[in-house]
């Protein structure tokens, strides 16, 4: 092992491990998807492909949430992903308005399906109002992650720090540290709930955009969204070189 290396928490090292099976089984419905936009099939197994896929996405959330009660900060600089993955982050995932981008691209282009190009002005508007309620909570979030990090440089949590790094009295500095230990657990517990409410408006962008297609187009839109970040995993593994991931 290089010195350079950082070890890596038994948080990291089991969501490395469920985070590359998940992926795979993300490439898997990638092509299934793929198939079922080409082949046209029936309605209801369009339906079931999409509720597969859906369910499969949120399994992703629950893990995060879980492993991230025991260590929120693995999410904020997640070593499962490369450089070029981690550059593209909105508090710790996809920011949820280009979803409403990757639509409108999706209209324009026809890939990978034709089906969004065909949208009524009825679809277009419910799309929009969802996209600026999401613009909102986007811009709540954002203010929240804002609180935290001023309130990581507070009065208090500075004089903590100076305090806890005395070693003049082995007694104060235990108590000190004890006091920076409660300090800190406040603030992680902060960048749980910011990093949740972004995963909520992600989860909620998903479900609106869904709820306003219909099974092809639904179809099309998962599969350009899987493609998407597929890709992005695959061109920032090349980029990086399998040793730095």
């Known amino acids: 092992m290089k010195a350079e290396e950082k070890m890596k928490s038994p948080v990291e090292e089991r969501f490395i491990e469920f985070y590359e099976k998940w992926m795979c089984q993300l490439e898997e419905n990638l092509q299934r998807l793929l ?64 979803a409403f981008r990757l639509i409108e691209s999706l209209r324009q282009t026809g890939v990978p399906g034709e089906s969004l190009a065909e949208m009524s002005e009825e679809q277009m508007k419910k799309v929009e109002e969802l996209r600026v309620r999401i613009r909102l909570e986007e811009e709540k979030v954002e203010r929240e992650m804002e609180r935290q990090q001023v309130a990581l440089a507070d009065r208090r949590m500075v004089e903590l720090a100076r305090a806890a790094s005395r070693v003049s009295n082995g007694g104060l500095v235990s108590e000190e540290n004890g006091l920076v230990e409660v300090a800190l657990k406040g603030l992680l517990s902060g960048l749980e709930r910011v990093m ?38 695959k061109w920032g593994i090349k980029r990086a070189g399998p040793h730095e991931m």
């Not at 909620?204 to 992005?232: R, W, Y």
């Open 35 to 98: 198939k079922v936009s080409r082949e046209i099939p029936h309605r209801t197994e369009r339906e079931a492909l999409v509720s597969r896929v859906t369910t499969h996405l949120k399994e992703y959330y629950n893990a995060k949430w879980a492993a991230a009660h025991e260590d929120v900060l693995a999410f904020f600089s997640p070593v499962w992903l490369s450089p070029l993955e981690n550059a593209y982050l909105w508090v710790t995932g996809w920011k949820p308005s280009t």
């Open 196 to 233: 949740k409410a972004a995963d909520c408006a992600r989860l909620k962008t998903l479900k609106g955009i869904l709820e306003v297609l219909s099974p092809l187009q639904c179809v099309d839109f998962l599969a350009a969204t899987l493609m998407f970040h597929v890709n992005l995993r």
